[in-house]
């Protein structure tokens, strides 16, 4: 049980349950503001941005992006594995802290989960396009063809990564979704639009609140949440093997797995620490996402920072410990040392460094510097998957087959297009969907100071 | 709709209020046909007797779905068309497992949120008579029907638990 005496309340203000319902659906009803256009303005125009360089692409090939022989994955691939990443933080916040029974979840695991969404959508365009002919992917899908039948390699990560990709977000969708049925119809029954009531009812699907209702929903949010906690670390394990499995020096190694993992957890509490302090700037949504909130995940970004830390040292102990002459080369002198020591560099203190300035509890309290530290980390992820893709590639076992590799406009604007389409979507959320749960809230409300029984 | 104002409903302010009502009129014999809250009350969960096989359903959805995935895998890679991958042996089980996992993962959410979808009845455009409005907001509302309950009784005693309203419908 929560101890509110030790640590606070979760909802400050001692809101009434009316009070939670009409604060957090407000934006639904109010006007849209000035910076929510511009932001939507500056989201649609990347989304066009990106939606040509999508023509161009399919139109001439994948010949109009800078990969080459050598450098068959560029930024396709790192940007894939970022927003899988970033995506990893709605179901690591609604499961995991729900099975660790952190109640403070209640007000960030919506936003976190609408994130999830998107970014997994995002993701998705990147492997679709890189596939070059993106009007054979249905061959992706093994069902009973004209062509053999000849059925997919079950031994390739490649398409195992194409079936967790393509669960996890159906999955991830379905339960955001599950969670909002009880919150439409808290607008269904508060709203005094007909528009509304007939849009929100519509997808609250005539849920009433009864008892039956909320226990196979109880049921059912175990159920999703236990099988999803797998899916968490499996997801981003699969995407690992992408690279573990092949025999290129930097790639192949057993560490892959749990790194991979927690660098998405990690990419993705950053995000969700952007997302939640834009809230807290644009929404006044204060007394919910409370400074302690905040201080909850910055909590845990130091800890998963210093978990990365661990890892990229690892790798780098292994390679030297190995004496492997190719591994050698590729984390000393193409990583720490040479071509790409930006790259390196930045990942290592952009992820390592920066973020264990929140030891420090007057830094944590701080927004506007714990905003700044998200982004770093943000950035600093995508180096890190540059690291891995760009630099190991480029210089493998044959020193005649090195390359190098920039990226063209095209690529850059796909990536742009990605960026505005996950703006674009986390927008609509702020305004159209209650974007914190109102019914969680509701339920961790009761746990107040000094509360008289 | 029979004849109109068939059901008593008693609407309550709080989550103590409601708990205490329900317990004693459970004390009373008194059938509750339905109890409406803006979030899940365990007190009133458990009290109703209300009981969901969604888990153990669940269960079996992952079992049937493990099994399909597994028959299928081999019947593809080992019996309709085994291909010859640098002399790997078709039945590769361990690599079978990876797919295997994530499509029973997938089976056994959409299988559930359908079994969830049918039992509670919530599919979009349902019609269901929705006896308050608050009940999805800030009021713990219960359903009693009158052909079993005893009216007048019932409502003295509805007051004294602390219902802020007491409406026929």
Not at chain 1, 257 to 269: C, E, H, K, L
Not at chain 1, 296 to 315: F, H, P, R
Not at chain 1, 398 to 406: E, V
Not at chain 2, 71 to 82: G, H, I, K, Q, R
Request: aromatic share 16%; proline share 4%.
């Amino acid at each position: 049980m929560y101890k509110t005496e030790i640590r606070g309340p979760l909802i400050l203000g001692n809101k009434t349950l009316g009070q939670i319902s009409d604060e957090i659906t407000s934006p639904i009803y109010q006007r849209p503001k000035m910076w929510w256009l511009i932001g939507m303005g500056i989201s649609s125009v990347m989304m066009l941005l990106g939606f040509w360089a999508i023509y161009v692409t399919i139109a001439t090939g994948i010949g109009s992006w800078g990969v080459n022989n050598t450098v068959g994955w560029g930024w396709a691939i790192i940007n894939f594995v970022w927003w899988i990443g970033i995506g990893h933080a709605g179901t690591a916040f609604s499961i995991f802290l729900l099975i660790l029974r952190q109640e403070w979840r209640s007000s960030v695991n919506r936003a976190a989960e609408a994130m999830t969404v998107v970014a997994v959508g995002c993701a998705a365009i990147f492997p679709a396009l890189h596939m070059g002919r993106i009007w054979d992917a249905f061959f992706i899908f093994p069902y009973p063809n004209t062509r053999g039948p000849l059925w997919v390699n079950y031994n390739s990560p490649l398409f195992w990564d194409f079936i967790a990709i393509s669960a996890y977000l159906l999955i991830s969708a379905s339960f955001w979704f599950l969670g909002m049925i009880p919150d439409f119809a808290t607008i269904r029954d508060t709203t005094k639009s007909k528009v509304k009531k007939a849009v929100y009812g519509f997808f609250a699907m005539g849920w009433r609140g009864s008892s039956g209702e909320w226990k196979r929903y109880e049921g059912l949010a175990f159920v999703l949440g236990g099988i999803a906690a797998v899916l968490v670390v499996s997801v981003h394990s699969i995407v690992s093997t992408d690279f573990a499995v092949s025999i290129e020096p930097g790639w192949h190694t057993t560490l892959f797995p749990p790194y991979f993992v927690v660098g998405a957890i990690f990419s993705g509490f950053a995000m969700v620490m952007t997302l939640m302090v834009i809230i807290r700037k644009f929404y006044k949504l204060n007394d919910f996402i409370t400074d302690r909130h905040l201080d909850n995940v910055a909590k845990i970004l130091v800890y998963i920072s210093l978990i990365m830390g661990t890892a990229y040292l690892t790798e780098v102990f292994i390679a030297w410990y190995s004496a492997n002459e190719y591994e050698l080369f590729t984390f000393f002198r193409n990583r720490i040392t040479g071509e790409y020591t930006f790259q390196f560099w930045a990942m290592f203190v952009c992820n390592a460094l920066i973020p264990q300035l929140m030891w420090f509890k007057k830094i944590r309290r701080n927004i506007n510097i714990v905003f700044v530290i998200s982004l770093f980390i943000n950035i600093g992820m995508w180096y890190e998957r540059f690291n891995i893709v760009v630099t190991s590639l480029a210089k493998d076992y044959l020193p005649s087959a090195w390359a190098s590799y920039t990226p063209t406009f095209v690529e850059i604007s796909v990536f742009l297009g990605t960026l505005g389409i996950f703006a674009f979507g986390v927008l609509l959320f702020f305004k159209y969907i209650p974007m914190i749960a109102i019914h969680e809230v509701k339920m961790v409300n009761k746990f107040k100071v000094n509360k008289k029984r | 709709m029979k004849n109109d104002k068939q059901h008593i409903i008693g609407v309550f302010d709080g989550e103590e209020t409601l708990v205490n009502a329900f317990r004693e009129l459970k004390k009373e014999k008194i059938e509750i046909s339905d109890v409406f809250t803006p979030f899940p009350i365990h007190e009133v969960l458990e009290g109703h007797g209300r009981k969901s096989n969604i888990i153990t359903l669940s269960w079996f959805f992952g079992l049937f779905a493990a099994l399909a995935v597994l028959s299928f895998l081999y019947y593809t890679a080992v019996v309709d068309w085994p291909l010859n991958y640098g002399g790997k042996p078709s039945s590769a089980f361990p690599s079978f497992i990876v797919i295997t996992i994530v499509l029973t993962i997938f089976s056994v959410t959409i299988l559930s949120l359908f079994t969830f979808s049918v039992r509670a009845k919530l599919w979009p455009n349902i019609e269901k008579p929705i006896y308050h409005d608050g009940a999805t907001d800030d009021k713990f509302v219960i359903l009693f029907d009158k052909d079993k309950v005893d009216e007048g009784k019932l409502k003295k005693l509805l007051k004294d638990l602390g219902a802020t309203e007491i409406i026929e419908k």
